[in-house]
């Protein structure tokens, strides 16, 4: 199928590494020219290298957390697919209030301002896609960090009514919500506690071990990068031009496991 985004420019806030480097590469494989935000200098270049290396089109930006409702406006040019992709726990606890109100900034504000900062050159095209990324672990939240998922949970209800502001324009809002991925970092980490637990120390032993002991989920396997990546590009593409408003789970079923 092709997914029309030859042509188009794709923004993908924290682009540069894990789940956010996976749905850059969808990307640029699926011809659309990838805007790969880091949040310093160097940051997006060994990615960047990649892409240009396989035939792809990217380029690197680099923007600070406050800057990043700029970030359209300093490239210049229009952005025809907004992903994102950036948001990070804080570390808040029930002990303290202090990290709070980072969380709510961090994995919510800094999407609407992003999303913001687009919209107006979207609907002036009449065409766009804005997709944020959220975690169905807002479904099932962990003890730790009870402000991100929080701050997460909220992402449903402010995508859907994004979805009512663009109403006939062409443009679509939607949400995409991934289980655990398996990330260079959450792949070191099950690793870890797979090899405690005398699970061995290849990955496939440590993916049995945390489905069976941590993380189960009905397909029995865990998402790569590229697997979030391949249904963020189905959601940016001519093809979804119907689907708005949604929160769409890439979980293997975690949720009822």
Partial sequence: MDLGLRERTALVTGGYRGTGAGIARVLAAEGASVLVHGFESGQPDELVAEIRAAGGSATGLVAAVEDLSTLSANW???IDVLVNNFGSPEGSSWTST??????WQTNVMVGVEAAQSVMTQMRARGWGRIIF???VGSRRPGKRNPGYYGAKAALPSI???LAMELRGTGVTANLVSPGTVATDEVRAAVMRRAARDGAGGDWES????VLE???PNLTERIAEPADVGAVVAFVASEAAWHITGADIAVDGGAVDA
Wanted: proline content about 5%; glycine content about 14%; aromatic content about 10%.
């Fill in 76 to 78: 210049g040019g229009p």
């Fill in 206 to 209: 440590a993916e049995k071990w």
């Fill in 133 to 135: 990324i959220g975690t």
């Fill in 159 to 161: 995508v859907r009514t």
């Fill in 213 to 215: 002991h941590r993380l």
């Fill in 98 to 103: 202090t990290k709070w109100v980072d969380e």
